[in-house]
Every structure is written in structure tokens, then in C-alpha cells.
């Protein structure tokens, strides 16, 4: 089977899917994505916590940022280098950004941090803990550096798929987080804590 068609056929559907899902959100759903995400990480200070800046209606982690720092977190944001590959550059409101060199808003400070907590946009999900990215692999290429970092996805709950297609260079997250549960993956076990 070729992979990388069935990704790419099914890409478009899961973005349509996403667009509807986020046009229909709600304040509420911001709330729940704040209190589930501050349930799966009550201690932040002096945490490096690296989100990113969201595109179309990829889940907005902003407010996530921002209660991040207020607790006594270092914030990032993603910078795409030369060579594709994600630079976690300290962030904070109001600070200066540039076009990273995916054509993506990212910080112009050059202070790189090893982020303790990363959240990465997605596609889809599924409950083995593949991601479906816009497929760069930008993330897939980054991630395996990252040994210690918690890596959670952020995605509305009707973002999960059934299965997705895993190749050898798709890095799995540790956990999705959604305005109706977090859900983490440790090896074949998954761990579902609902808070909605």
C-alpha cells in the first residue's frame, strides 16, 4: 500500500472536518481546552512550555501560553531553520515576529529553549497516538530530539480518527489534549481522563 497517497487522499477531508469543527466552537470549548490542559500540567513554574502560532482553524493554544506564563513558565514558539527542522525560540506578547522559512510567523529572537511541554497542531488522531500533520514532516523530523519533552497534540474531540496510517518517520505523540478529555499513550496502554 502507498502510504503517502492514502495520507494525502485523505488530508483534505480531515481539514474540511477541522474548518466545521472550529467554526462551530464555542468559548466554552476555549475554557475546556484551558482546564484540561491545567489538569494534565498543574506545575509550570519554571517550565518551558512551546506552543505555536495557529493557522486557520487549528486549535488556538494562545490562552494556554499566556496562563503558561502568568504561572511562571518560559514560553516558545516554533521556528522552521534553513534546514527544516524546528527551532523552539522564546516568545512572550508583544514580542517581534518574522517569517520562519515555511512562510510561518515565528519569533525574530534568537534565544533557542528545550521545551519541557510542547503542543503541536494536527489534522487527526488516533488512539495509538499517530498524528496527522499537513505533511511537511516538519514535527516528525524535530520530535525525536526531544526525548524528555512532553509532546501533546491539541485537536477537537471530533478529530479523532479510527486509524491512521503509521510510516517509520511518523513520530507518535504522548497525548492529545480536547475540549472534552485528555487522552495519553504510554505504550499499548491508553489512559482517558474526562473532564467535561
Known amino acids: 500500500m502507498n502510504y503517502l497517497k492514502e495520507k494525502n487522499k485523505i488530508r483534505p477531508i480531515w481539514k474540511t472536518k477541522r ?8 468559548d ?3 475554557d475546556y481546552f484551558l482546564k484540561n490542559f491545567i489538569s494534565t500540567f498543574s ?38 531553520n534553513k534546514k527544516k527542522f524546528i527551532e523552539f525560540r522564546e516568545w512572550k506578547e508583544g514580542d517581534d515576529l518574522e517569517f520562519d522559512h515555511s512562510n510561518i510567523l515565528a519569533p525574530s529572537n534568537k534565544n533557542i529553549l528545550i521545551p519541557d511541554i510542547i503542543l503541536i497542531p494536527l489534522l487527526c488522531f488516533d488512539l ?7 505533511g511537511g514532516g516538519i514535527y516528525d523530523r524535530t520530535l525525536p530530539f526531544f526525548d524528555l519533552s512532553d509532546k501533546f497534540g491539541l485537536a477537537f474531540s ?7 496510517y503509521r510510516e517509520d518517520h511518523d513520530f507518535p505523540v504522548d497525548g492529545v489534549i ?10 499499548k496502554k491508553i489512559e482517558n481522563f474526562i473532564f467535561r
Open 43 to 80: 506545575e509550570l513554574d519554571g517550565k518551558v512550555v512551546a506552543g505555536y502560532n495557529p493557522i486557520g482553524s487549528e486549535v488556538n493554544c494562545l490562552e494556554i501560553l499566556k496562563y503558561s506564563f502568568s504561572k511562571g513558565a518560559l514560553i516558545s514558539l516554533p521556528f522552521v
Open 19 to 26: 474548518d466545521q469543527l472550529f467554526l462551530n466552537s464555542t
Open 178 to 187: 480536547t475540549e472534552k478529555e485528555v487522552i495519553t499513550f504510554k505504550g
Open 158 to 164: 471530533g478529530q479523532q480518527a479510527n486509524h491512521i
Open 28 to 30: 466554552k470549548d476555549k
Open 128 to 134: 495509538k497516538g499517530t498524528r496527522l500533520g499537513m
